[in-house]
């Protein structure tokens, strides 16, 4: 009896070759089904589409109700402080319940909530209340929402697949802004809204619904699941957690203070506006590119120094911004800045997979994106208020490439951890 007992608790322990080649030909196929899912939700998910299109749709409903634009930028407001209030409990029911229990319901409150802005009416609450449901529920479909999963279902390979999952963020920064543009110019803005709030549906909800799913057996998920686990309060006050959330806030702060007032420095030094755009979609292409290479480095080497060599490419980037007031400069700002602006969304929820494994690690990520969220909505306005004081944007630039670099120091800084086993 013995024997048997033993075949089934191991069905494949006398599995014939064929049989295990078919096991592991199928666990693929599902891995790549989830990680394509995972893309195409963050490819439409809001950080695309709302964050990025958002200045698109600014001017025609000024244009169209007689708002200020510093009304309609209020909404804006509201969502990134609502993302930063509601991100750690997305992340808690992220680790208490199936991915895809979270993500489709919050896919299709997004998706309807979005195309809802088409029958916008002459009330500014209206838009205040939309955009405020979009901040409750924006980061059940974006990296967070995806993360975990991915997380589950690569170990040897994670720095890489969730550099792609990255990277459909990264796309849909580029590709939504002129789509959303082209659509308000052919069909005028409710057209717009409707089109895209169905294209969110369209994309990302059937396949959440048929392939995101967590691993099934121990084999296939990751082996830093046997990470001691360690009580919520002890993983804020560890020093790898205060490293990269010390970290995040300074990057943010200074990254997206300077992307939010780049176009405006340009032209202040005699840049046309052409050349001022041209040079932020060169930032966009490094960043991507640098999402996608940032993978490969995180899986070979060790990522904090790994991930402190870019952001100090970044630094060097924000040096030329100081100094240089040439085009050849500019681009070479784009490049250096891009390369850390890409690499420090991947190392964050890789590290504290690392660190910490997956059972809080949703709850985790949600805190690191509420303090990035709050840094990046302080960071323009605080670049605004300096030029408006000074009229010159030089002491909170110098004062940024100081954050960087402390930001490349606690990267570095941060202390080894079990590497993976597959």
């Known amino acids: ?14 599995a014939t070759p064929a049989v295990l080649n078919r096991h592991l030909s199928s666990r693929n196929e599902s891995r790549g089904l989830v990680l394509l899912t995972a893309c195409c939700g963050v490819f439409v998910s809001f950080a695309s589409v709302v964050i990025y299109t958002f200045g698109v749709f600014l001017k025609p409903l000024t244009q169209t109700f007689g708002w200020s634009r510093a009304q309609v930028s209020l909404a804006f407001t509201f969502t990134a402080l609502t993302v930063a209030v509601c991100s750690p409990f997305i992340g808690r029911l992220l680790d208490r319940f199936p991915a895809r229990r979270i993500v489709i319901p919050c896919t299709v409150i997004y998706g309807l909530t979005f195309g809802s802005l088409a029958f916008l009416t002459p009330h500014i609450a209206h838009l205040l209340v939309a955009f405020v449901v979009l901040g409750v529920i924006g980061n059940g479909t974006a990296q967070l929402g995806y993360a975990r999963v991915v997380s589950a279902w690569f170990d040897r390979s994670r720095g890489r697949a969730l550099a792609a999952v990255m990277a459909g963020s990264g796309a849909g920064s580029m590709i939504f802004p002129p789509l959303a543009q ?59 957690f205060l490293g990269i959330s010390a970290a995040l806030l300074l990057f943010s702060f200074a990254t997206n203070g300077l992307y939010a007032h780049w176009a405006p420095l340009l032209t202040d030094r005699g840049f046309g506006a052409e050349a001022a755009a041209t040079v932020l979609s060169v930032a966009g292409f490094a960043a991507l590119a640098s999402k996608l290479s940032t993978g490969y480095l995180l899986d070979r080497f060790r990522a904090g120094r790994a991930v402190a060599v870019l952001l100090a490419s970044c630094a060097g980037g924000f040096a030329c911004v100081i100094t240089g ?27 504290l997979t690392r660190y910490f494994g997956l059972e809080r690690f949703s709850e985790l990520y949600g805190y690191t994106w509420c303090v990035y ?7 323009p306005l605080v670049m605004g208020q300096f030029f408006d004081r000074t009229g010159s944007y030089q002491v909170v ?12 120091a606690l990267f570095a800084a941060l202390p080894s951890y079990k590497r993976s086993d597959a």
């Open 373 to 379: 969220a709050v840094a990046g909505a302080l960071g």
């Open 325 to 351: 007031h040439t085009i050849s400069v500019a681009f070479c700002a784009a490049i250096l800045v891009g390369a850390g602006m890409g690499a420090e969304s991947d190392a964050v929820p890789f590290l």
């Open 397 to 408: 630039l110098v004062a940024s490439l100081s954050m960087v670099i402390a930001a490349a």
């Open 182 to 240: 082209a659509l308000i110019t052919s069909y005028g803005w409710r057209a717009a809204y409707a089109i895209l709030g169905a294209v969110i549906l369209v994309i990302a909800v059937p396949l959440a619904s048929l392939f995101l799913f967590e691993p099934e057996t121990k084999e296939a998920a990751a082996p830093v699941e046997a990470l001691p686990k360690e009580s919520l309060r002890g993983a804020l006050l560890s020093f790898p």
């Open 1 to 14: 009896m013995q024997p048997i007992a033993q075949e089934q608790s191991d069905p494949r322990s006398m």
